[in-house]
C-alpha cells in the first residue's frame, strides 16, 4: 500500500514575495533613528496641576470608574484648554485627585470631585491598553 498523500488534488498557491527584515541597528544608533522609539517617559505617571474659576469648565471629559474595573480614564481633552496645555490627553488613566484615589471609584463621585474642586491636583499616567478595552465594552 502506497502511503504517500496524492498532491494533485490541491490547489496550487502563490506566496507574497519575501520581504527582507529591516536592517540591524547598532542599539548605539537605535536612540536617533527614527524606526525605534525608545521614549518610555510617556508611560510613567504625571502631575497635572489645574486651577479652575467658579463655573469654568475643565477640559476635559472622562470615562470609566469602578463599574468598568478599568478605573477613570480621559476620553477627550479641549483643545487650547488649561488640561491640555498641562499636558492632559486622551488615553491618560486618573490615578488620583487631591490625594482622592480614582482606581476603584465610581464615575459619579469622580466628576463630583473633579467639578467641585477649584485647585486640582491630578495624578495620571498615560494608558491607552486599558483605555481601549474600556472603549470596547462600552461600544454596541
Same mark, same amino acid.
Given at each position: ?33 527614527? &524606526? ?9 505617571? +504625571?502631575? @497635572?496641576?489645574?486651577? $479652575? ?38 488615553? &491618560? ?9 480614582? +482606581?476603584? @471609584?465610581?464615575?459619579? $463621585? ?14 495620571a499616567c498615560f494608558f491607552p491598553y486599558n483605555y481601549h478595552r474600556q ?6
Amino acid at each position: 500500500m502506497d502511503s504517500r498523500i496524492p498532491y494533485d488534488n490541491y490547489p496550487v498557491v502563490f506566496l507574497p514575495a519575501y520581504e527582507n527584515p529591516p536592517a540591524w541597528i547598532p542599539p548605539h544608533e537605535r536612540i536617533y533613528h527614527p &524606526d525605534y522609539n525608545n521614549e518610555l517617559t510617556q508611560f510613567l505617571p +504625571q502631575i @497635572i496641576t489645574l486651577k $479652575k474659576p467658579p463655573g469654568a469648565q475643565l477640559g476635559f471629559n472622562s470615562r470609566g470608574g469602578k463599574a468598568s474595573q478599568l478605573g477613570i480614564f480621559i476620553s477627550k481633552v479641549m483643545p487650547d484648554s488649561d488640561a491640555h496645555r498641562a499636558g492632559l490627553q486622551e488615553g &491618560d488613566q486618573v490615578l488620583a485627585v487631591n490625594d482622592v484615589d480614582f +482606581q476603584d @471609584i465610581e464615575h459619579s $463621585k469622580a466628576v463630583d470631585i473633579l467639578k467641585t474642586a477649584r485647585e486640582i491636583s491630578m495624578h495620571a499616567c498615560f494608558f491607552p491598553y486599558n483605555y481601549h478595552r474600556q472603549k470596547e465594552r462600552t461600544v454596541h
